[in-house]
């Protein structure tokens, strides 16, 4: 699985950053940062770059992702900076705890680290590299928004880690979302707060959970896990394997995305790129599985509610329809297995799985094909099951 830090990077940076040994070198870490972050739109610049032993520390940072306000930081400490022909390793990035209080709400923030960040340098010619940075590993502390004395938003910490970078080698990652915790009783809509208030979901805690794999050489992508487990109601779990995903990939969706934020390309001719590019990604296999415990049973309640019947009404309504709304599909066999599956699940809920097993790889191409021209071969094509409570 890539560590690309696409989405992440400016979030990171907002933090704290590394370098060489020299002060030549320090500013050229500098300027290799700012590159590569100029890539995903974020703009990034220093009023001095100096060394400090294996350090490097950054004074008089400005970071402005897109079109949003800037982030000024006074200085910034990149620990244990390695320097090779074509790129730059930072050790350790240290963000340090911080306070901010704006219109009557209130963060906290315990700090993080951030390891082995690759910084790539203009040479640099790994396709992998090309629009983005490695991370090797990161520790983020306890956050919390609070308004007046009451929390509406925590996190007891998240944690990432990824097999060091080596060009073609397979990258195994893990990333992990401790102690979420939401508060809906002080929602200003008033139909969110009230239903969340019907279910008894005023407070919602839990977990999320990615574990995975991937190979540059071969494109493989391999998602064991991406589970959010929300405490007392239910656990949501996808895996998925894609064939396709190379380093080549990855650099080819790099520069179209170069071209469109320079203007050189348009929004429309854009998606019929992107639609290229993923003809060359196959479908392996796929599940998403849902785990109950007390959703469906509430959310069954809750409707019942709302029309004045029993939630066996509901379900038997549910049932009766469904076989209706499933043979639009028109594969009849399908839409029978379905809905029975379907169906045992709502008398009983405790688990429903929806697994993709195709005999062999199936390109994207064909899947897209039968989408447009004979949609309801596609149960056939990927060998789509749907079972309940096994």
């Known amino acids: 699985m890539t560590r690309s830090l696409r989405s992440a990077t400016a979030l990171t940076l907002l933090f704290a950053f590394g370098s060489p040994a020299l002060a030549a070198d320090a500013q050229a870490l500098a300027d290799s940062i700012a590159r590569q972050l100029g890539k ?12 400090d ?4 520390i950054l ?13 000024n930081i006074a200085e910034i400490r990149l620990k244990d900076v ?28 315990a700090g993080a680290s951030f390891t082995g960040l690759i910084v790539p340098k203009e040479n640099n010619t790994d396709p992998l590299l090309s629009g983005s940075m ?42 992990e979302v401790n102690g979420l915790q939401a508060d809906f009783s002080g929602v200003e809509d008033p139909k969110v707060r009230g239903t969340m208030a019907a279910l008894g979901y005023e407070q919602l805690a839990g977990d999320i959970s ?22 007392d109601a239910a656990a949501i779990n996808l895996t998925l394997d894609i064939g396709g995903i190379t380093a080549q990939f990855i650099q080819q969706a790099n520069e179209l995305a170069a071209k469109q934020r320079a203007g050189e390309i348009k929004e429309e001719a854009m998606g019929f790129a992107m639609l290229g590019l993923m003809q060359q990604l196959s479908l392996n296999g796929a599940q998403l599985r849902l785990d109950d415990a007390s959703l469906t049973g509430k959310l069954l309640d809750f409707a019942a509610a709302q ?32 809905a029975n599956a379907a169906g045992a699940y709502l008398d009983d809920p405790q688990s429903l799985t929806v697994t993709v097993a195709p005999a062999s790889p199936v390109p994207f191409a064909q899947i897209m094909g039968a989408a447009m021209s004979a949609p309801n071969t596609i149960p056939d094509i990927l060998s789509v099951e749907v079972t309940a409570n096994d």
């Open 53 to 56: 032993g294996d350090d490097v």
């Open 40 to 51: 995903n739109s974020v703009t990034f610049s220093v009023e001095s770059a100096e060394e």
């Open 134 to 175: 490695m991370l090797e590993g990161a520790e983020v502390g306890e956050l919390s928004v609070s308004e007046g004395d009451k929390t509406v938003f925590a996190m007891e910490g998240a944690s990432y880690s990824a097999t060091p970078y080596v060009p073609g080698e397979v990258i195994e990652s893990a990333f």
């Open 82 to 109: 390695e320097e090779s022909d074509d790129r730059f390793r930072i050790g350790e990035i240290e963000a340090p705890e911080m306070t901010v209080a704006k219109e009557g709400k209130t963060l906290e923030f």
């Open 307 to 338: 029309q004045g019947a029993r939630r066996e009404d509901v379900v038997n309504m549910a049932k009766g329809m469904m076989p209706m709304f499933l043979m639009r599909l028109q594969n009849p066999d399908f839409a029978t297995r379905t």
């Open 210 to 231: 990615l574990k995975g794999s991937w190979n540059p050489a071969d494109g493989r992508m391999q998602i064991s896990e991406y589970k959010l487990d929300v405490d």
């Open 59 to 71: 004074k008089g940072v400005t970071i402005t992702p897109g079109e949003n306000n800037p982030a």
